[in-house]
């Protein structure tokens, strides 16, 4: 059997933050021994609902964060080792953000940045060349130079702004593009566009891309793979048809059921309860998940399940220990 490459490889990862004053604070326990690698040319998504960890888990990888323990470890080099040698890492690894607005200047034009981007990579320094150079970018998510020449952000669709910082971060040839939420600020007839471009480039480019959403639908149309994180844990992973069409885990099965189905003449009835208060979900012992599990047992409550095999899928259960 060939060896699988691993392009990314997150060890065990943990972030601890300390929330509210110096004397009176609470440790909040953000990711917690996470462990998942994503493969050369695959899209690899992490999934689960606002205020789960993902970004935190992207910063991690991006080293904008320091895991409390744990390791990343990028292309067989531990980051310890990439952080002497910062501008390499960042032109092999580009993020993507959730909103297009935030990543541009609003008082510079588009094509501005690209050009610096350009010049402070040393990717080319004849101006004709980069020219060329974000021509070719531009090319490959639908749009072309002209279309940003001397335009400032306010006057792209948010649509084609997405596309252009998509184009922003090809410029340095990455290995690795980590996309965050990329297509929730983006117009619902466009999404898919942006979507597919995302599968084009994988395909194209042999790009792996980190895709982080709370959106199942989407993460089912674009993920080879996937993960479905709560309350820092990863509960489940495993190939994206068999994790969404056949789910094992509870939160899975809960986040599926909450999707309506697109059933005109059917009425959508079904109650899905969340809690108040997260930070209570955080500081719970045993499973995240019990205070909302149908199935949770006083074991769930007080001991945190191991993560178990199951065919292509790794889940996070006690109910399936015995197996």
């Known amino acids: 059997m060939a060896k699988i490459e691993k392009i990314v490889e997150a060890k065990s990862l943990t972030k601890v933050f300390s929330v509210g004053s110096r004397f009176l604070s609470t440790k909040i326990v953000a990711v917690e021994n996470v462990s998942f690698y994503i493969r050369s040319a695959e899209i690899f998504t992490l999934a689960g609902e606002s205020g789960c960890g993902k970004t935190t888990t992207a910063k991690i990888i991006l080293g904008i964060e320091e895991p409390t323990t744990g390791e990343i470890i990028f292309k067989g080099k531990p980051a310890s080792i990439w952080r002497h040698n910062r501008g390499e890492f960042m032109r092999q690894v580009q993020p993507v953000f959730q909103n297009p607005f935030e990543t541009f200047n609003p008082l ?34 639908g749009l072309s130079f002209g279309e940003i020449r001397g335009r400032y952000p306010s006057e792209l669709s948010g649509g084609q702004l997405q596309r252009a910082s998509i184009a922003r971060a090809l410029l340095t040839n990455p290995s690795l593009l980590i996309a965050d939420e990329p297509v929730s600020m983006v117009d619902a007839s ?22 982080i959403t709370h959106d199942l639908a989407t993460a089912y149309h674009v993920s080879d793979r996937i993960a479905i994180m709560f309350r820092g844990n990863i509960m489940e992973t495993g190939p994206v048809e068999v994790v969404l069409t056949e789910p094992k885990h509870p ?33 719970r012992s045993g499973c995240k998940f019990a205070g909302r599990c149908p199935l949770a047992t006083d074991k769930c409550k007080s001991e945190s399940p191991k993560e178990v095999r199951i065919g292509s899928v790794t889940v996070k259960c006690h109910k399936y220990e015995q197996r």
């Open 108 to 141: 510079r034009t588009v094509d501005d940045l690209f050009f610096e981007t350009v010049y402070n990579y040393n990717l080319v320094q004849d101006k004709d060349k980069a020219v060329d150079l974000i021509t070719e970018k531009l090319v490959l998510v």
């Open 190 to 211: 466009l999404r898919m566009s942006i979507i597919n471009l995302f599968k084009d480039l994988k395909k194209k480019l042999g790009l792996s891309i980190f895709y």
């Open 251 to 283: 939160y899975t099965q809960l986040l599926k059921d909450s999707i309506p189905e697109p059933d005109p003449e059917k009425k959508w009835d079904k109650q899905i309860k969340f809690p108040e208060i997260e930070h209570e979900e955080y500081l």
